[in-house]
């Protein structure tokens, strides 16, 4: 197997970890460094840890798995994920399977402009201050390109200048200034913040009045990823149920997000499942993902659904759109070995395709959430899983692990002390030692 022609790895679940790690290796063709970061229980050293973040007193670890399956625009694609939740690549893996039959997903990314948000408060006259900021859009585009010169010399730089009137609380007026900011592959808030400040000066000088927040926005909405599947209805049929059936399920529950916040918030939760698992492997900024994707829910005054479901003609069409700002390059990524070696596996040429990538996995983790729940329910999946969780922290042996979950469900009692107490009973081949 060469290069990553192979996402599509029948039983792979079923592997020890080890045969696992070998032929993800060969799949994805590691070096022997990279080979070794699988292998190494080790996630990182304490001194590269220390230079991550601050007050460093250790290293907290989390599973790094990969998603199986994936086809996005027509290319095969081995998706690392980090996630302590048992279900989440199961269900994507899942998800992914089922979509390729009929072609897997297609996904698009805007370039990757930032906003670099200044307010100035005190203005004299707020709506003329706008206009002379409008008029000097070439000036202050200038200005930014002079902060980061590297950035404009990869091609880059300012993309252009807005300016509003914003009506505050407690009867105050402010002019908010954005600045759309092209930063290439790197998720880029640091640049946007230093971008921000040094750029303050000129538009107070344009405008009148005084900078005070200076910062970057979360609500990355000049940097849209995007993402649709078809679903076949015949190949989406469950033990007892048409696949027609399935998918009108899934559409009605999709017509529930839709309607209603309550649903919506869980709804689009499921789908950062997956987003977040993606963004932590890759050693981007889940929190910001989090931040963009629940304020463009809400973008229309009322907080909705980021996917949509509909039923068409014998086939389930799924469409996402949200904001992905990730990057392919910077401090957290290039400091962090796994991070580097997730990209490798996904074989991401930049910041574009990695975005669209990650609007694919949501778009499937959010179908495989509401086919359990429009069919069998979330908990049946879900718990089988949960169980070896529940077993591994009773103090089970590995080699106790399965026989403990089996019991574990067939008692209906999935909890840590029912777990412990089959452990003491000896019928699993005697007490955890």
């Known amino acids: ?95 992914a399977r089922l979509a390729r039959p009929s072609g897997g997903f297609q996904a698009d990314a805007d370039a990757s402009v930032m906003i670099a948000q200044v307010q100035l408060v005190d203005v004299p006259d707020p709506d003329q201050a706008c206009a002379r900021l409008r008029a000097e859009q070439e000036r202050i585009v200038a200005r930014i390109d002079a902060v980061e010169p590297g950035m404009a010399r990869r091609g880059g730089g300012g993309r252009g200048v807005e300016a509003r009137v914003v009506r505050a609380p407690l009867d105050r007026t402010f002019v908010v200034v954005h600045l759309l900011v092209d930063v290439g592959d790197a998720m880029g808030a640091n640049a946007i913040n230093t971008i921000a400040e040094r750029t303050a000066p000129l538009l107070a000088d344009i405008a009148g009045g005084t900078p005070h927040l200076r910062i970057l926005s979360n609500l990355t909405d000049r940097r849209l990823a995007r993402a649709t599947v078809a679903y076949r209805t015949n190949d989406l049929a469950m033990p007892g149920r048409d696949g027609a059936k399935v998918a009108a399920a899934v559409e009605l529950a999709s017509l529930f997000a839709e309607a209603d916040p309550y649903r919506a918030a869980t709804h689009n939760k499921g789908i950062m499942n997956g ?59 290039d400091g962090n070995p796994r991070a580097r ?45 949960h169980a070896r969780a529940v077993a591994t922290a009773a103090g089970a042996r590995p080699d106790q692990v399965e026989t403990l979950a089996e019991a574990l469900i067939a008692s209906g009692d999935v909890k840590v002390e029912r777990a412990r107490q089959l452990l003491a009973s000896g019928t699993l081949g005697g007490p955890a030692s």
């Open 275 to 333: 987003i977040d698992a993606v963004a932590l492997a890759t050693g981007n900024d889940w929190r910001a993902l989090e931040a963009g994707a629940h304020a463009y829910a809400a973008r229309d005054g009322s907080y909705g659904a980021l996917a949509t479901w509909r039923l068409e003609s014998g086939v389930l069409r799924g469409r996402i759109e949200l904001p992905v700002a990730v990057g392919t390059v910077g401090a957290t990524v």
């Open 341 to 385: 070696l997730a990209l490798k596996l996904l074989g991401v040429s930049g910041a574009p395709e990695l975005a669209g990538v990650l609007a694919a996995v949501g778009l499937a983790q959010n179908f495989a959430a509401i086919r359990a729940l429009a069919t069998e329910g979330i908990q049946k999946g879900h718990m089988s899983r």
């Open 1 to 95: 197997m060469s290069g990553l022609s192979r996402s599509r790895i029948p039983g792979f679940y079923q592997l020890s970890v080890a045969d696992r790690q070998r032929m993800i290796a060969g799949v994805a063709e590691l070096t022997d460094d990279e080979r070794a970061l699988l292998l190494t229980e080790a996630p990182l050293s304490l001194e590269t840890a220390a230079r991550l973040t601050e007050n460093t007193i250790g290293v907290y670890a989390l599973p790094l798995g990969v998603a199986l399956n994936f086809v996005v625009n027509g290319r095969e694609v081995l998706v690392p994920m980090v996630t302590e939740e048992p279900s989440v690549i199961a269900a994507a893996s899942n998800a």
